[in-house]
Nanobody, 118 residues
Framework: QVQLVESGGGLVQPGGSLRLSCAASGSIFRTYVMGWYRQAPGKQRELVASITGGAITKYADSVKGRFTISRDNAKNTVYLQMNSLKPEDTAVYYC????????????WGQGTQVTVSS
């Protein structure tokens, strides 16, 4: 099992930006497929971005062009840069290790709250 710890959530105004970070345990992080999910109140958890060990990325249509997932294998960390935030982006964001690109989650972080509000 891989331990995942998210940070970087908070309150931001519409149109603003936030960067989430997720630190992972394990000596073979570079091989992991990583993803960011989010869950808004009353809604199902949804995958919004994923990245392979070779930095191939994929995004949900709802965030394409606004969010960027990246990774630093030397730091065992994956990031989610969120720009042009909207109130509908408000959710708890979870880091996850995935089985394959856009596949089932294997491990979860504890989540970090992102609130977009004026």
């Amino acid at each position: 099992q891989v331990q995942l710890v998210e940070s970087g959530g908070g309150l931001v105004q519409p149109g603003g930006s936030l960067r989430l970070s997720c630190a992972a345990s394990g000596s073979i992080f570079r091989t992991y497929v990583m993803g960011w999910y989010r869950q808004a109140p009353g809604k199902q958890r949804e995958l919004v971005a994923s990245i392979t060990g070779g930095a191939i990325t994929k995004y949900a249509d709802s965030v394409k062009g606004r969010f960027t997932i990246s990774r630093d294998n030397a730091k065992n960390t994956v990031y989610l840069q969120m720009n042009s935030l909207k109130p509908e982006d408000t959710a708890v964001y979870y880091c996850s290790r995935l089985a394959i690109v856009w596949g089932r989650p294997l491990d979860w972080g504890q989540g970090t709250q992102v609130t977009v509000s004026s």
